[in-house]
């Protein structure tokens, strides 16, 4: 799932900034329903509790997308593949000082 994000396009960026959305929506949401609805604060809190919980989803989801630029970062590095040709037949401890 999430290098099928990635290859469309979608940043970590993008899920942070959703995810500090969310927590705005969450509050906004709160405020909403407590003053428009007459409900009570019970629906409230239960909207607030809902949107809220989005949050940690869209920074996991930020996370994830994070770990998969920094793969292409290194992937397509052309120092690493220095590294690698300047450490051929070299031990694997002279190969990690490098």
């Known amino acids: 799932m999430i290098g099928t994000l990635h ?3 979608i ?3 993008l899920m942070y900034t959703a995810g500090f ?3 705005g929506a969450s509050m906004a949401s709160w405020l909403v329903s407590k ?3 007459a409900a009570g ?3 409230a809190d239960r909207w607030g509790i809902f949107i809220g919980q989005w949050a940690p989803t869209f920074f ?3 996370l994830a997308l994070r770990m998969e630029e920094r793969r292409d970062e290194v992937d397509i590095s052309p120092e690493v593949d220095d590294l690698d040709t300047r450490s051929a037949g070299r031990g694997r401890r002279e190969h990690a000082t490098l």
């Open 7 to 9: 290859k469309m396009g």
């Open 11 to 13: 940043k970590s960026s």
């Open 21 to 23: 959305a969310s927590i």
């Open 35 to 37: 003053n428009a609805e």
């Open 41 to 43: 604060i019970d629906r």
């Open 60 to 62: 996991a989801l930020g």
